[in-house]
């Protein structure tokens, strides 16, 4: 019998990292590098009404550490928006000195592990719709890394029972409701989109609680003996206002 899970999906999700060619900007006169900033606000501004009219969301972050400098999160309601966008970035004059060192394409998921049973239409249901169509939270950090659950040997999620892994979840999602309102998390699926399984961004006011989350889970079963991760990025938001002092030298 198959038991694969059934998943609610929402808005398509970009994560896309860009490095800064710093000494290439460096030799743009000031009135050009001026121009390139009003043009990519200008873009921001196009997102920013975009998410107020709810039909999609976005976030800035600065990544700390060498993999990247920037995380541009993008989320709509078709992967062809997010094509766009992705396009229209690209023939920006700004991105030109932004090079691009990774990126992650998903749909924001929910599984129906912990779901009651009900009649009603879940996608009907203001808190479903709320996560999957989130309006990205302002909070001050950012963790995002893709990760497998593991096929191997004894160690098989994919050949465990519902009923187990229904379980096993129940587990994992007392742990992650310990840090209700100090972690927000999105779980976004990408099986046949991307390299990884899934992808989990974090957001948090305080930093170091993504490192406490993410330790107490790696003693939970499910991550335990289950979980493999890809690489870690973590940052700092960008604001909007600030994204001038940020490209000034
Ligand atoms: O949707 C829900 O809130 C119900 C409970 C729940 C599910 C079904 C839940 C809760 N998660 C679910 C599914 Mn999760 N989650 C991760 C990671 O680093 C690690 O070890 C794992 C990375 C974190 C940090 C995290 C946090 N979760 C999933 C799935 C899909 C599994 C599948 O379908 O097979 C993955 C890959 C995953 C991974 N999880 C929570 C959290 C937190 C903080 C919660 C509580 C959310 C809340 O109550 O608001």
Same mark, same amino acid.
């Given at each position: 019998?198959?038991?694969?899970?059934?998943?609610?999906?929402?808005?398509?999700?970009? *994560?896309?990292?860009?490095?800064?060619?710093?000494?290439?900007?460096?030799?743009?006169?000031?009135?050009?590098?001026?121009?390139?900033?009003?043009?990519?606000?200008?873009?921001?501004?196009?997102?920013?009404?975009?998410?107020?009219?709810?039909?999609?969301?976005?976030?800035?972050?600065?990544?700390?550490?060498?993999?990247?400098?920037?995380?541009?999160?993008?989320?709509?309601?078709?992967?062809?928006?997010?094509?766009?966008?992705?396009?229209?970035?690209?023939?920006?004059?700004?991105?030109?000195?932004?090079?691009?060192?990774?990126?992650?394409?998903?749909?924001?998921?929910?599984?129906?592990?912990?779901?009651?049973?009900?009649?009603?239409?879940?996608?009907?249901?203001?808190?479903?719709?709320?996560?999957?169509?989130?309006?990205?939270?302002?909070?001050?950090?950012?963790?995002?890394? %893709?990760?497998?659950?593991?096929?191997?040997?004894?160690?098989?999620?994919?050949?465990?029972?519902?009923?187990?892994?229904?379980?096993?979840?129940?587990?994992?999602?007392?742990?992650?409701?310990?840090?209700?309102?100090?972690?927000?998390?999105?779980?976004?699926?990408?099986?046949?989109?991307?390299?990884?399984?899934?992808?989990?961004?974090?957001?948090?006011?305080?930093?170091?609680?993504?490192?406490?989350?993410?330790?107490?889970?790696?003693?939970?079963?499910?991550?335990?003996?289950?979980?493999?991760?890809?690489?870690?990025?973590?940052?700092?938001?960008?604001?909007?206002?600030?994204? %001038?002092?940020?490209? *000034?030298?």
């Amino acid at each position: 019998m198959n038991e694969a899970a059934k998943t609610l999906d929402g808005w398509y999700v970009l *994560h896309d990292f860009r490095k800064i060619d710093w000494n290439s900007w460096k030799t743009v006169s000031a009135s050009e590098r001026e121009q390139m900033l009003n043009e990519f606000e200008a873009l921001v501004s196009k997102w920013e009404g975009t998410e107020k009219a709810g039909k999609g969301s976005h976030a800035l972050y600065s990544i700390v550490g060498q993999k990247a400098d920037i995380m541009i999160m993008l989320l709509r309601p078709t992967m062809e928006e997010l094509n766009e966008i992705e396009n229209a970035f690209n023939k920006s004059g700004l991105a030109a000195y932004m090079i691009p060192t990774y990126s992650y394409v998903s749909v924001v998921e929910l599984s129906n592990y912990l779901a009651g049973d009900s009649d009603e239409d879940p996608y009907e249901n203001p808190y479903v719709r709320s996560r999957l169509y989130p309006e990205l939270p302002r909070w001050k950090h950012v963790c995002f890394y %893709p990760m497998d659950k593991r096929r191997e040997g004894n160690d098989n999620w994919y050949m465990l029972p519902m009923e187990e892994r229904k379980n096993l979840m129940r587990s994992h999602g007392m742990i992650g409701r310990g840090y209700a309102g100090v972690v927000k998390q999105i779980i976004s699926g990408s099986v046949g989109f991307d390299d990884w399984e899934w992808g989990v961004t974090l957001f948090s006011d305080d930093v170091l609680q993504f490192k406490k989350l993410v330790y107490e889970m790696r003693f939970d079963e499910v991550s335990a003996r289950y979980g493999e991760f890809g690489s870690f990025y973590v940052g700092n938001i960008l604001e909007k206002e600030r994204i %001038p002092a940020y490209f *000034h030298i």
